[in-house]
């Protein structure tokens, strides 16, 4: 069923987020196809069953793009039995469709793609799904660890055309978890820097008592690395470029499901910018902090 409901459009520019000045844009019409619900103040008698938040940061592109898909989220029912796909719900992350450049994770390394940010929120909606008791049906881990999430509770999501998905399985990456219990909503808003998801019930529906618990099974530990850049001062400070992070596997282990969700992460070596001719001595301690 189609339903067609009144929305704002709420466009922050670079500008406005940094002054905290929002636009609010003529009220338009837009196509629905999955059904919806109001805020849960117009409907008091729905109650969280499961919630998740993250700490939003980077560039003001990256946070319109995390905005975007919290628009197509926000209300969205799931009845029961059914299972629901992220990037079915949000779509391509296109230019089209109101996404904008912003670094994200891909193949391993930080670079900068058309929809960046999406990812923390398909993360965040992952966690929220666990907390309401849903069955995750599809989910894979980034290759490196998030700086939003802990380990085992990230999501890595992508979407392209059929032909690259079936060259590179790293193409395309979903989010999907199906209800088993009573009709539900997903609830997602921004609140200053925090990003919010709640899985809503109905009143009387049960909070689901689940456990969820990450295991470490290996870790490897990042080294420091340096690297010359020849338009550096002579004399100046090392300058980070690139944050370590450690190699790590292991499973999020979830009851009363008893379900397992493996993640393995690579190791990233930090690595320092130095001048040409630099001499000093360097000793890497454990956590891999460099010390001159």
């Not at 905290?20 to 008698?45: A, G, Q, Y």
């Not at 979407?159 to 395309?172: F, I, P, Q, R, T």
Request: proline residues 3%; aromatic residues 6%; glycine residues 10%.
């Amino acid at each position: 069923m189609i339903y067609f409901i009144m929305i704002f459009i709420l466009f922050l520019t670079s500008d406005n987020i940094e002054n905290n000045r929002p636009i609010v844009l003529p009220t338009v019409e837009v196509e629905v196809e999955m059904e919806r619900i109001t805020e849960k103040e117009e409907k008091p008698n729905l109650h969280v069953i499961g919630k998740q938040e993250t700490q939003i940061h980077g560039s003001a592109e990256r946070i319109l793009n995390i905005k975007r898909v919290v628009e197509k989220l926000n209300g969205v029912k799931i009845e029961r039995g059914e299972t629901f796909s992220f990037n079915a719900r949000v779509g391509e992350r296109t230019k089209e469709n109101g996404f904008f450049p912003a670094p994200e994770i891909f193949m391993g390394t930080l670079t900068e793609g058309v929809g960046g940010g999406t990812c923390q929120v398909s993360s965040t909606l992952f966690g929220a799904a666990l907390r309401a008791g849903m069955k995750i049906v599809e989910r894979r881990a980034h290759s490196r660890l998030s700086d939003y999430v802990g380990p085992g509770w990230d999501a890595m999501v992508a979407l392209n055309e059929k032909e690259k998905c079936e060259k590179d399985k790293n193409a395309c990456s979903d989010l999907k978890f199906k209800n088993e219990g009573d009709d539900v909503a997903i609830l997602a808003r921004v609140e200053g820097s925090k990003l919010i998801i709640e899985i809503m019930g109905e009143e009387g529906m049960a909070t689901p008592k689940v456990r969820i618990v990450w295991i470490s099974k290996e870790r490897e530990k990042f080294k420091t690395k340096m690297k010359t850049n020849a338009k550096m001062e002579k004399g100046a400070k090392a300058k980070e470029v690139e944050k370590g992070k450690d190699g790590m596997t292991g499973f999020l282990f979830i009851e009363p499901r008893k379900d397992r969700e493996i993640s393995i992460y690579k190791k990233v070596d930090r690595v320092l910018e130095v001048p040409t001719g630099w001499k000093g001595d360097m000793d890497v301690d454990g956590d891999g902090g460099v010390s001159f």
